[in-house]
């Protein structure tokens, strides 16, 4: 057997064990969530499903989950219309410093959320900004617009901007082009950079925890009060639940819109434009 077939083989035995190790909490968990002793036990002595009914028992479980659902809502519609105007301007303008201001918008994803929500306080209280829903919906916009520019920036870059010269040619004024040619063409972009910011936000802690206040607290949050104050496997069933949902939700949108086609082809655009 050649070098190079047990190079492949221990490639591929490396990728896989790494695939388990990433899973294993996920499996873990849903394990957990379905045992009937109060306590967290692995593996169960029984099965039960009433730690999912129990869900219902965490405190305030409605009103954080429709505030969650606002919050995440907002900043991701936000985002993806900013995202529209940060997107036009990466790849169809020549502008100085476009890789610092690409780094820039970016660059959330890479410094730690602890930070960014330190530095939004400092930010909010210099300004005299009042802690309520908009300045957390304004700390999510911050922590997600990465995420729709980059789904963007893939989607527009994978556009065809000879039918925007077509449509002009023809005597479209530059806003019927961009709603009737452009738009269209970034609508993969649209569908899955929305849904990325949304699920970021919607589960979203760190970045809460630092600017609730009072009767304003997101799903997150009380789920995490309710893990200092009790045992039981009832927050293992509610993330066993939130994964289940988000595995649909983001199966069915790369179906529909191809979010891991639009993520490598943003990879790939960005290796291009460093080279």
């Given at each position: ?65 429709l505030i969650s ?6 900043a991701a519609l ?198």
């Amino acid at each position: 057997m050649s070098s190079a077939t047990w190079t492949d083989r221990v490639i591929a035995a490396t990728g896989w064990l790494v695939v388990v190790f990433l899973l294993f909490p996920v499996l873990f968990t849903a394990v957990v969530s379905f045992g009937a002793s109060p306590f967290i036990t692995f593996p169960p002595e029984s099965w039960s499903w009433r730690w999912y009914a129990n869900i219902a028992e965490i405190h305030r479980v409605g009103t954080s989950t429709l505030i969650s659902l606002m919050i995440a809502a907002l900043a991701a519609l936000a985002a993806v219309v900013l995202g529209i105007g940060i997107a036009l301007v990466l790849v169809r303008m020549e502008i100085a410093g476009k890789a610092a201001l690409t780094a820039f918008i970016t660059s959330p994803v890479a410094v730690p959320i602890v930070a960014i929500g330190i530095a939004l306080i400092q930010f909010f209280i210099w300004l005299g900004i009042e802690f309520t829903w908009y300045s957390l919906m304004i700390g999510h916009l911050v922590l997600v617009i990465a995420y729709p520019v980059r789904t963007l920036v893939a989607s527009l870059s994978l556009s065809n901007p000879s039918l925007e010269e077509a449509a002009a040619s023809l005597g479209a004024d530059p806003w019927r082009v961009f709603f009737t040619v452009t738009l269209p063409q970034m609508k993969p972009g649209l569908i899955s950079g929305f849904l990325f910011a949304f699920l970021i936000s919607f589960d979203n802690y760190p970045i809460s925890i630092f600017l609730v206040r009072g009767e304003l607290t997101t799903l997150p949050i009380e789920v995490f009060n309710y893990i200092s104050n009790n045992f039981d496997p009832t927050p293992a069933a509610f993330s066993t639940l939130y994964v289940l949902v988000l595995t649909a939700v983001i199966l069915w949108a790369e179906r529909r819109y191809a979010i891991v086609s639009l993520s490598v082809a943003s990879g790939a655009t960005d290796g291009r434009r460093r080279a």
